[in-house]
C-alpha cells in the first residue's frame, strides 16, 4: 500500500479522502496548502499526491508543475471541482496521471490509488 | 441553531460554485476561476447587518425560489457596477458598456444568475441526494433593503440564511459575488443530516 499526500485546503475533502484511502490500507500525510505540499513532498517523499487545484497561496497547477520538477516520475492524481475541459487539458499537460472531479466517487478514489501502487498510469 | 458541520458546508458551496464555473466556461468559451467561497451561517434576521459589511450601493441580483425536500429562496448578489463589469467580461465587451447595467446587460446577467443558481442547487441536491426542483430565475436591480423585503417569508419555523463570498476570476480580472441560501429550520435540519451520511 502507498503512502499518498493529500493536499486540499479545504478541511472536510482532507477528512473524506483521508478516511476513505485509509480504510483501503494506505498511509496518509495532509498538507493544506500548496507551499506544504511543496515542503511536505520534498520531505516526505510520498509515494502518490491527490493534489486540489483551488488554493490560496499557489494554484494546485503551480504545485504539479513544480514537484514534477522536483521529480519528472512523481504521481499526481488531480480531485478538483473545477470541471472545466480547459482545466483537465491543463492538468494533463501538466503530467497528472488522472483528474478525478468532486466529490469523487469513494470507489474511483480507491481504484486511482490501487492502480497507481500497480505502477501503471492511466 | 442547528449543528452543521461548517467544513462541510463549505466544501459542498465549493463543488456547486465551480459547476457553476464550468458551465458558465462552456457558455463563454472562456477559462473561469472560482475562490474557495468564505462562509456564514447566520440566523435570517441578523444577514443584514453581514450583508452591509460586504455589500454597497445598489445591487443586481437574480433571485430563485427551489423546493422539493428543501426549500427556500437563492439569490446571487453583486453590486451593479461590478456585474455589469462581470457582463461586459462575459461578453469580450459587447454588454455592460461603460459600468451601466443595460438592457442587454441585464439579460446576460439573468443567465449568468440562471446558471449559476441551477448549477449550486442541482449540485446541492445531487450531492445530498435530495430532490429540489426551482423556479424560473428572476433579475432585479435594487437596495439591500428592498432584497431582504423579498426574502421576508411568514413563517412559523425559524428562518436561517448562509451568505458564500466567492470570486469569479476571469481574463485576468476578478468579480466579487454572494450568493445567499435562505431556508427554515426543518431544511437547514436536512441539509446537515444529509451532509454527514454522504459525507464522511
Given at each position: ?5 493529500i493536499?486540499d485546503?479545504?478541511?472536510y475533502a482532507?477528512?473524506v479522502h483521508r478516511k476513505v484511502l485509509?480504510a483501503a490500507?494506505h ?23 491527490l493534489?486540489d ?24 492524481v488531480v480531485c478538483s471541482a473545477?470541471v472545466?475541459?480547459?482545466?483537465e ?8 496521471e488522472l483528474f478525478l472531479a468532486k466529490p469523487a466517487d469513494h470507489s474511483r478514489l480507491v481504484q486511482a490509488f490501487a492502480t497507481q ?5 492511466t | ?10 466544501e459542498l458551496?465549493?463543488v456547486?460554485?465551480h459547476r ?103 449540485g446541492?441536491g445531487d450531492m445530498l441526494h ?67 451520511l454522504h459525507g464522511g
Amino acid at each position: 500500500m502507498a503512502r499518498i499526500l493529500i493536499v486540499d485546503d479545504s478541511n472536510y475533502a482532507r477528512r473524506v479522502h483521508r478516511k476513505v484511502l485509509e480504510a483501503a490500507g494506505h498511509s496518509i500525510i495532509e498538507a493544506s496548502t500548496g507551499m506544504g505540499a511543496i515542503e511536505s513532498f520534498s520531505l516526505e517523499k510520498p509515494d502518490a499526491v491527490l493534489l486540489d487545484l483551488s488554493m490560496e497561496d499557489l494554484s494546485g497547477l503551480e504545485v504539479l508543475r513544480t514537484l514534477r520538477g522536483l521529480d519528472p516520475a512523481a504521481r499526481v492524481v488531480v480531485c478538483s471541482a473545477d470541471v472545466q475541459r480547459s482545466t483537465e487539458e491543463l492538468v494533463s499537460a501538466a503530467g497528472a496521471e488522472l483528474f478525478l472531479a468532486k466529490p469523487a466517487d469513494h470507489s474511483r478514489l480507491v481504484q486511482a490509488f490501487a492502480t497507481q501502487s500497480q505502477g501503471s498510469a492511466t | 441553531m442547528p449543528i452543521v458541520d461548517m467544513d462541510a458546508l463549505t466544501e459542498l458551496f465549493n463543488v456547486g460554485l465551480h459547476r457553476a464555473a464550468a458551465s458558465l466556461s462552456e457558455v463563454t468559451s472562456q477559462r473561469i476561476v472560482v475562490d474557495l467561497p468564505k462562509l456564514w451561517l447566520l440566523p435570517i434576521r441578523d444577514i443584514e447587518v453581514r450583508l452591509r459589511e460586504l455589500l454597497a450601493g445598489e445591487l443586481a441580483t437574480v433571485h430563485q425560489v427551489f423546493s422539493g425536500a428543501v426549500a427556500g429562496d437563492a439569490v446571487l448578489l453583486i453590486e451593479q457596477d461590478k456585474a455589469a463589469s462581470l457582463t461586459n467580461l462575459m461578453t469580450d465587451g459587447d454588454a455592460g458598456q461603460g459600468g451601466r447595467l443595460d438592457e442587454s446587460a441585464r439579460e446576460v446577467l439573468a443567465e449568468v444568475g440562471n446558471i449559476v443558481l441551477g448549477a449550486c442547487l442541482s449540485g446541492f441536491g445531487d450531492m445530498l441526494h435530495l430532490k429540489v426542483t426551482f423556479s424560473v430565475p428572476s433579475i432585479h436591480v435594487d437596495s439591500l433593503g428592498a432584497v431582504l423585503q423579498a426574502l421576508a417569508v411568514e413563517s412559523n419555523e425559524d428562518q436561517f440564511a448562509v451568505i458564500a463570498a466567492t470570486r469569479f476570476r476571469l481574463s485576468d480580472r476578478a468579480v466579487e459575488g454572494y450568493l445567499l441560501i435562505a431556508v427554515g429550520a426543518q431544511s437547514l435540519e436536512r441539509i446537515s443530516s444529509a451532509l454527514t451520511l454522504h459525507g464522511g
